[in-house]
Nanobody, 118 residues
């Protein structure tokens, strides 16, 4: 079973940037779709972005134009570049295998905390 470990979170001021990484313990080449999700305090976990090999990329409306998802199968890593961060982006961010529709498929990891605050 492939284990996913998120990293790269931290505290940044509004307008700042962070790059999150999702490192897999094994090959992700066979994982057709990978996604990033987030869960803010008191809210349900929500989809942020999905990357489907051959089917493209989908972003949540709230992050379009600010976040970029990418994957490097050679490094077994998925990334989330986050620019122009807003306080409402504060959440724990998770990665996971996903369906084409963005439904998560695997077990959740510990996630990485992103806090946007001045």
């Amino acid at each position: 079973q492939v284990v996913l470990v998120e990293s790269g979170g931290g505290l940044v001021p509004p307008g700042g940037s962070l790059r999150l990484s999702c490192a897999a313990s094994g090959s992700i080449a066979s994982f057709y779709t990978m996604g990033w999700y987030r869960q803010a305090p008191g809210k349900q976990r929500e989809l942020v972005a999905v990357f489907s090999s051959g089917s493209g990329i989908v972003y949540a409306d709230s992050v379009k134009g600010r976040f970029t998802i990418s994957r490097d199968n050679a490094k077994n890593t998925v990334y989330l570049q986050m620019n122009s961060l807003k306080p409402e982006d504060t959440a724990v961010y998770y990665c996971n295998r996903a369906t084409l529709q963005g439904l998560p498929l695997g077990a959740w990891g510990q996630g990485t905390q992103v806090t946007v605050s001045s």
